[in-house]
Every structure is written in structure tokens, then in C-alpha cells.
């Protein structure tokens, strides 16, 4: 019934004094910290977390190349995986940017609660009450774009509970993940 999610308050998070505030956003729906660390990425940590997979390399191109025809530019790239390494690598170079707050969370469905909480990908489309509506709405992909850069959206939540896993295993060793009771337990 559990599942685990990481959660990444990136570097834009962190400059900009946000952590406590993300923090509180998980715990106060109840879901259980279970492992916390500051740690500045090295390059195959980076690639590791953001690994290049040709499925999602040909969804994110075709997602990119649709909107830049609605607003009639010409969209640069022709081939999906060309423009998967770009944005790879630009999610590589912003998480390696300066020190992230890795923590894993654990709860009845954690990733889907979480992914919630933090909203949607742009922050310009992410509702109030989200962490990336509340804190950076002003982001936006044609911002992103015309700075050749990934979003700086403040935070990182796993897309599913099997990506939950392998990110926290990426990030964490298993003795510095905590088993200990909490009060909202004996509801579950």
C-alpha cells in the first residue's frame, strides 16, 4: 500500500531559501520523510537521475515541436533524439548547478500526492496552492527556450512508483533510508 517518492528541491529551490517551505507541503498531507540529505550532483549522478530514453526523447519532441507550430516558429531540431540529448544534457547542467535537498518521502500513494503538491512541469500552468504556482510562476517553456535552458521549476517529484525507487536507490544507500513509526500510521 506504501510507495516512495523522491522529491528534489533543486538548486533554484535552494539559492532562493525555499527548502522549509517545500518541506512543509509533504508533511503537512502526511507523508512520511524517510531519508533527507543536502548533495551537490556530480555528472554521472546527473545523467543517471536523468537518464535518455528514446520513448520519452520522441514524446518530449513532439510535444516541443506541436507548440512551437501553434505559435508559427520554426521549431530547430529534426531528429527526437538529437533534441533528447540537448534537453538531457541542460537538465544535467541545472541539476549540477549547485547544492539540491534530496529526500525521500513514503506514504499510501506518495507519487501521485506528490506530484500534485508540486504542480505541473511549467510553472506558468501550475494552479495556486503548488509549490511551482505559489514560487515560480513567472517560469515559463518560451522563457526556457529563448535562454536555451531546462525549466527552473524548484523542485523534482518522481512520475511513477517504480521510478520512485530507482531514483531513491540513485540517490541514497539504504542505511541512510528511516523506518520509524509516525502518528498518522495507525490510520493506514
Request: proline share 4%; net charge negative; no cysteine.
Amino acid at each position: 500500500m506504501k510507495e516512495r517518492s523522491l522529491i528534489l528541491v533543486k538548486h533554484d529551490g535552494v539559492v532562493r531559501g525555499l527548502i522549509g517551505k517545500i518541506i512543509s507541503r509533504f508533511e503537512d498531507v502526511g507523508l512520511k520523510i524517510i531519508g533527507m540529505k543536502m548533495v551537490w550532483a556530480d555528472e554521472e549522478l546527473a545523467r543517471n537521475h536523468y537518464i535518455l530514453d528514446e520513448e520519452w526523447a520522441k514524446k518530449v519532441f513532439e510535444k516541443t515541436k506541436s507548440s512551437y507550430e501553434k505559435e508559427g516558429r520554426e521549431f530547430p531540431y529534426k531528429d527526437h533524439m538529437e533534441f533528447g540529448r540537448t534537453i538531457q544534457q541542460w537538465n544535467v547542467d541545472f541539476l549540477r548547478e549547485g547544492p539540491v535537498v534530496v529526500i525521500a518521502i513514503e506514504g499510501p500513494h506518495a507519487v501521485e500526492i506528490a506530484r500534485k503538491i508540486v504542480g505541473t512541469t511549467e510553472p506558468l500552468q501550475s494552479p495556486p496552492g503548488t509549490i511551482r504556482g505559489d514560487f515560480a510562476m513567472i517560469e515559463s517553456y518560451k522563457i526556457a527556450d529563448s535562454k536555451k535552458r531546462v525549466l527552473r521549476n524548484l523542485v523534482h517529484a518522481s512520475d511513477s512508483p517504480e521510478n520512485g525507487l530507482r531514483e531513491i536507490a540513485l540517490w541514497f544507500k539504504e542505511e541512510e533510508l528511516h523506518h520509524y513509526p509516525k502518528e498518522l500510521d495507525k490510520h493506514i
